[in-house]
T-cell receptor
Framework: DIQMTQSPSSVSASVGDRVTITCRAS??????LAWYQQKPGKAPKLLISTASSLQSGVPSRFSGSGSGTDFTLTISSLQPEDFAAYYC?????????FGQGTKVEIK | EVQLEESGGGLVQPGGSLRLSCAASGFTFSSYEMNWVRQAPGKGLEWVSYISTSGSTIYYADSVKGRFTISRDNAKNSLYLQMNSLRAEDTAVYYCVRDRRRCTSTSCYSAFDYWGQGTLITVSS
């Protein structure tokens, strides 16, 4: 199975800050990676597919990059509504494993 | 509007069984692969199972293999998860998830683009 490791586990940042979350795969997964946002008490929401493809309706302050084993999700200018947990997921090889999540807290 | 509505959750004793259902609407259900994903209280997301459009291809997480069975009824626009031999560690919110699965010339990849609101399963005596 492919293990997905996110860092940091949590981050506290101010409105307007640039936030970067890292996801590392235990083996190469090309660009087969998705990012999800989950707000408390809600279902996850797909933000990015195939490592860098922003989903329709997702603000452009979100971006994804990387290939192989190392990936990043960047929020260019943090907004209050971005308080949430973020998960990466490798989407090619079953089982489709998730990272453990990163909680973004607003200072 | 795409909607996925889970039902069937509740409290069950260890060793018991439950059947989850997911009613899909707002899209051509038979054209999409589907998944179940769960989330234990205060924990992260765990993929549980996948079913192809026709039901001919199925995958399970090792943690549920041999105990859970995924199925679908395209005529009823419904997805199911039969859960047997339930354990305390199966306690979680279970999400029905649409898979916008695509294939290139060399690989296929998923994107979980729509999620239900989730249904809570509590396994406890």
């Amino acid at each position: 199975d492919i293990q997905m490791t996110q860092s940091p586990s949590s981050v506290s940042a101010s409105v307007g800050d640039r936030v970067t979350i890292t996801c590392r795969a235990s083996q190469g997964i090309s660009s087969w990676l998705a990012w999800y946002q989950q707000k408390p008490g809600k279902a996850p929401k797909l933000l990015i597919s195939t490592a860098s493809s922003l989903q329709s309706g997702v603000p452009s302050r979100f971006s994804g990059s990387g290939s192989g084993t190392d990936f990043t999700l960047t929020i260019s200018s943090l907004q209050p509504e971005d308080f949430a947990a973020y998960y990466c997921q490798q989407v090619n090889s079953f089982p489709l494993t998730f990272g453990q999540g990163t909680k973004v807290e607003i200072k | 509007e795409v909607q996925l509505e889970e039902s069937g959750g509740g409290l069950v004793q260890p060793g018991g069984s439950l059947r989850l259902s997911c009613a899909a609407s707002g899209f051509t259900f038979s054209s999409y692969e589907m998944n179940w994903v769960r989330q234990a209280p205060g924990k992260g997301l765990e993929w549980v199972s996948y079913i192809s459009t026709s039901g001919s291809t199925i995958y399970y997480a090792d943690s549920v293999k041999g105990r859970f069975t995924i199925s679908r009824d395209n005529a009823k626009n419904s997805l199911y998860l039969q859960m047997n031999s339930l354990r305390a560690e199966d306690t979680a919110v279970y999400y029905c998830v649409r898979d916008r699965r695509r294939c290139t010339s060399t690989s296929c990849y998923s994107a979980f683009d729509y999620w239900g609101q989730g249904t809570l399963i509590t396994v406890s005596s």
